[in-house]
């Protein structure tokens, strides 16, 4: 009885989306995997050179690097709740931890587990970065400490590039993911055959 | 290091700072070349029988790529100002 020593194909896929390339790896093909994945990855980090570090803009998470919330506010005119939530970007960890501005208020949680898919929907470029790997989660959280006001400010302590910068930033990170999901089906499918 | 201290230097640092490309506007396109060269590479890394063939093959793409957004930008660009 002869032994399957092929690499399963989740094994393959997961691997190929932690380490651009490496999917090929896997299935003995080296020189594909190392030129894969050193394009996608040199792609990626030409993005982040390009548009910045706040280019890697997870949803959930806002201008300041805090997680949006969402706060249901009272109506002092007809001395009820809103039947809609507002939408709050808090631009310091104290707002973050309690966004309401009244005490009527009720904080409802961060937005992104609420409404998800409004949250995506919003940023819809980061479903082509998430596509790159870890990389792409490091560049977020290097991002969002980034986002944070420095000490004394109300500013972002690295804003957002905008224009051109961001555009082809976001274009490149972005695209860099998607060419990796190519990679991840291709190499999914040679190993499978 | 905290980012927000390195911040306060104000100096260019690659990779938090967007690339100060806008100083010489005629770069803009030229970033179009990066970008036609890794999907190109990757393109035919998955099309490609053996690894041999790769470099032919990327670059008859890369070519064809970048030649095309230049006809089609030309193309535009001479319809815009015969709309003109």
Redesign the interface.
Same mark, same amino acid.
């Given at each position: 009885m002869s032994q399957d020593k092929s690499p399963s194909v989740v094994a393959v896929v997961f691997l190929a989306w932690l380490i651009p390339g490496s999917g090929y790896f896997m299935i003995g093909q080296r020189?594909?995997g190392i030129?894969?994945g050193i394009?996608?990855v040199? %792609?990626f980090? +030409?993005g982040? %050179?390009?548009? +910045?570090?706040r280019i890697a803009d997870p949803p959930g998470w806002g201008q300041y690097g805090y997680m949006t919330q969402l706060v249901q506010r009272y109506n002092p005119r007809s001395r009820e709740m809103f039947d809609f939530y507002t939408r709050v970007d808090p631009s310091s960890a104290e707002q973050a931890r309690d966004p309401a501005d009244d005490d009527r208020d009720r904080s409802i949680g961060p937005a992104l587990y609420h409404q998800p898919q409004a949250e995506l929907a919003d940023k819809p470029w980061y479903l082509g970065q998430i596509l790159c790997g870890p990389i792409a989660l490091l560049a977020s959280a290097?991002s969002i400490?980034?986002a944070?006001p420095?000490?004394g400010s109300s500013l972002e302590?690295?804003p957002s590039?905008h224009s051109?910068?961001?555009e082809?930033?976001a274009?490149?990170t972005a695209?860099?993911g998607m060419?990796n999901l190519?990679?991840i089906i291709?190499s999914a499918q040679r190993a499978s055959t | 290091m905290d980012p927000n201290s390195m911040h306060a230097s104000l100096a260019y640092m690659p990779f938090f700072d967007p690339l100060p490309i806008w100083v010489q506007p005629w770069l803009w396109p030229l970033l179009l070349l990066p970008l036609c060269l890794a999907v190109a590479i990757v393109y035919k890394c998955v099309k490609c029988r053996t690894m041999e063939q790769l470099p032919r093959e990327a670059a008859g793409l890369f070519i064809t790529i970048v030649l095309g957004m230049v006809l089609t930008a030309a193309a535009l660009a001479g319809l815009a100002a015969y709309m003109d």
């Open positions: 020189s594909r030129t894969a394009a996608i040199a %792609l980090l +030409g982040l %050179l390009v548009g +910045g570090i290097v400490n980034a944070h420095a000490a302590a690295w590039s051109r910068s961001w082809i930033g274009l490149y695209v860099a060419l190519l990679v291709d | -």
